[in-house]
């Protein structure tokens, strides 16, 4: 088994049993995400260095309007996608197995969670994965401490309030509050 074969799988939205081989691979790589977020939240590194490593850790090239203050988190790495123009703030963590989208012009405070991955609920079972992606629209703000539930898509020009819990999509130009976050209001232009 190998990478690619976990991210079909993963972006196919299929279990990973927790005995498989592709869990094994799946561990692999984490240990490679592991050296790289240790690297980059090691000490100072210019904005250049920080999105080289981020470039390392995603394997795709970030785009030089990227903005990541360190430190920032992933256990995985490789199913992380971002846009132009993104600002991510400091204490970040992002569980991205089951794919992570950050589209344009988007900003994540402080300590946001965006995690892709449920464990089975059934005893038996548990150590079995269930992948689900993030999809977060242009232009969305998501405030300090917010956590975004797998499966979520948020729409362009959303904002998601301060330690908001979000466990549902959350409609372009609203604004959701809370936990479970839901949408208190809209937002235009």
Same mark, same amino acid.
């Given at each position: 088994?190998?990478?690619?074969?976990?991210?079909?799988?993963?972006?196919?939205?299929?279990?990973?049993?927790?005995?498989?081989?592709?869990?094994?691979?799946?561990?692999?790589?984490?240990?490679?995400?592991?050296?790289?977020?240790?690297?980059?939240?090691?000490?100072?590194?210019?904005?250049?260095?920080?999105?080289?490593?981020?470039?390392?850790?995603?394997?795709?090239?970030?785009?030089?309007?990227?903005?990541?203050?360190?430190?920032?988190?992933?256990?995985?790495?490789?199913?992380?996608?971002?846009?132009?123009?993104?600002?991510?703030?400091? =204490?970040?963590?992002?569980?991205?197995?089951?794919?992570?989208? &950050?589209?344009?012009?988007?900003? +994540? *405070?402080? #300590? !946001? /969670?965006?995690?892709?991955?449920?464990?089975?609920?059934?005893?038996?079972?548990?150590?079995?994965?269930?992948?689900?992606?993030?999809?977060? =629209?242009?232009?969305?703000?998501?405030?300090?401490?917010?956590? &975004?539930?797998?499966?979520?898509? +948020? *729409?362009? #020009? !959303? /904002?998601?309030?301060?330690?908001?819990?979000?466990?549902?999509?959350?409609?372009?130009?609203?604004?959701?509050?809370?936990?479970?976050?839901?949408?208190?209001?809209?937002?235009?232009?």
């Amino acid at each position: 088994m190998t990478l690619e074969d976990l991210l079909e799988t993963l972006n196919a939205g299929r279990t990973i049993t927790g005995d498989s081989p592709l869990h094994a691979v799946m561990h692999q790589v984490s240990q490679e995400a592991l050296r790289i977020t240790g690297e980059l939240n090691g000490g100072y590194h210019e904005p250049a260095r920080v999105r080289a490593l981020l470039s390392q850790l995603t394997g795709k090239l970030l785009d030089d309007s990227v903005t990541v203050f360190p430190p920032f988190y992933s256990d995985f790495g490789k199913n992380i996608t971002i846009g132009q123009r993104v600002f991510i703030n400091s =204490g970040c963590k992002f569980q991205d197995q089951g794919g992570v989208f &950050i589209g344009d012009d988007c900003l +994540i *405070g402080h #300590n !946001a /969670v965006l995690a892709t991955l449920n464990h089975d609920l059934a005893p038996s079972k548990r150590a079995d994965m269930h992948p689900a992606p993030i999809v977060v =629209g242009r232009n969305v703000w998501i405030g300090s401490n917010a956590t &975004i539930l797998p499966g979520v898509t +948020i *729409g362009d #020009n !959303a /904002v998601v309030a301060a330690a908001s819990v979000v466990t549902k999509d959350v409609p372009a130009n609203a604004v959701v509050v809370g936990s479970p976050a839901r949408v208190v209001r809209t937002v235009e232009d």
